[in-house]
């Protein structure tokens, strides 16, 4: 065998290693067999939220375990086949074998990410906030390109954005901003930009052109239906209306239509203006409250979570997770992962997966893997 084939082989062992790893292959096998004995029980539909959901969970598991299975059986057959092919001097058979490896090691990869997000809240919609941190103008203006950042990535990856809460700058860029992104596992792409993104740049503000650091912070939290039920005393929220913010002229808001609410006991703040009346962005700005509550109490199970909501954490030194440096040279790179780019004006252009992949192979491995362990 090839020595590039054997290596091929081998990768392909390593990933489906991978793949058993994260299912906790045993427990999987038998959560499975539980799950096909309570689909027996004809009491079973007596509640069908509960039946509908033991379905979907079984449904997911079997499909789980039979591609790995699937997978396993067809590398034995591919290898069989290249050691036949050498054996009788048939080039064609060992080429079309080769082929079917290249073929398993590309759907492994996308079975790796996929099995990555299987989290709780992984397939729903998110909800991205970007904010300041100290610094004026600077850093107002580093928010306002994470917020393009992440608009261009959601665009590249079929994602549709509502903006519901922008706070502009007195100069330039924002204060804060909320938006809305929607799309099968978009929070399960974006929990992974939560904290605190740092530049190193020329300053376009700077008349002496003097190298400037800048931070701003990244908070995503999954939207939540209607299924998971999140209980919010009333009298622990604070309700703030104000002016939404406008172009400026005959645009400008004449009325107190956005809403801010303060969850005291917690610190979380949300905020909605998108809406085109005080109503609309109330019920929006409720639905933002029990998802960042849902989502810090998803955070404490699975003990990753950041000691305080990102409005409320420091934005310096730190809490970083990325830097990115414009000048004396360019370099992205990851501070959790060790992950980098010599391209920033790509990944500024939306540019993400890299970094996203690595990120989700570390909290579901441990480790990064070799094939996400740099970003072109």
Not at 49 to 56: C, E, F, K, N, S
Not at 153 to 178: C, F, H, M, P, Q
Not at 184 to 202: D, Q
Not at 334 to 353: K, N
Request: proline fraction near 2%; charged fraction near 30%.
């Amino acid at each position: 065998m090839r020595t590039e084939t054997t290596n091929t082989v081998e990768e392909i062992k390593q990933a489906l290693g991978l793949l058993r790893r994260y299912l906790d292959w045993e427990q999987a096998l038998k959560r499975l067999d539980e799950l096909n004995a309570k689909a027996e029980d004809p009491s079973l539909w007596d509640d069908p939220a509960v039946a509908q959901g033991l379905m979907r969970e079984r449904q997911s598991l079997e499909d789980q375990i039979t591609a790995v299975r699937r997978l396993e059986q067809e590398l034995d057959d591919a290898v069989g086949l290249i050691e036949l092919g050498e054996e009788e001097g048939d080039e064609t058979v060992v080429t079309d074998a080769e082929d079917q490896l290249k073929g398993l090691k590309t759907e492994l990869a996308r079975r790796q990410v996929e099995a990555m997000l299987s989290g709780e809240a992984d397939a729903n919609d998110a909800y991205v906030e970007v904010h300041a941190g100290a610094g004026g103008t600077e850093s107002q203006d580093w928010a306002n390109m994470l917020l393009r950042m992440y608009v261009r990535w959601a665009e590249r990856a079929g994602y549709k954005v509502e903006t519901l809460e922008v706070n502009d700058g007195e100069e330039a860029g924002i204060k804060s901003a909320t938006i809305l992104v929607k799309g099968h596992n978009a929070y399960g792409w974006l929990k992974t930009e939560s904290g605190v993104h740092r530049l190193v740049r020329i300053s376009p503000f700077d008349s002496q052109a003097r190298r400037h650091t800048s931070f701003a912070s990244i908070w995503v939290y999954p939207v939540i239906d209607d299924s998971i039920e999140i209980e919010i005393i009333e009298s622990d929220v604070r309700v703030d209306t104000y002016r939404a913010s406008g172009a400026g002229g005959q645009h400008v808001n004449t009325t107190d239509s956005a809403v801010r609410l303060t969850h005291v006991p917690s610190g979380i703040v949300v905020a909605c203006q998108a809406g085109r009346s005080q109503h609309q962005n109330r019920s929006q700005a409720w639905d933002m409250l029990r998802a960042r509550l849902y989502e810090a109490e998803l955070k404490k199970r699975e003990e990753k979570a950041m000691a305080e909501a990102a409005t409320k954490s420091d934005i310096g030194w730190g809490h970083q997770i990325r830097s990115y440096v414009l000048q004396p040279y360019q370099l992205v790179k990851d501070l959790r992962t060790g992950v980098e780019s010599t391209a920033p004006s790509d990944v500024l252009d939306g540019d993400l997966d890299g970094f996203m992949e690595a990120t989700l192979a570390q909290r579901a491995y441990g480790d990064t893997p070799a094939e996400v362990s740099d970003v072109e």
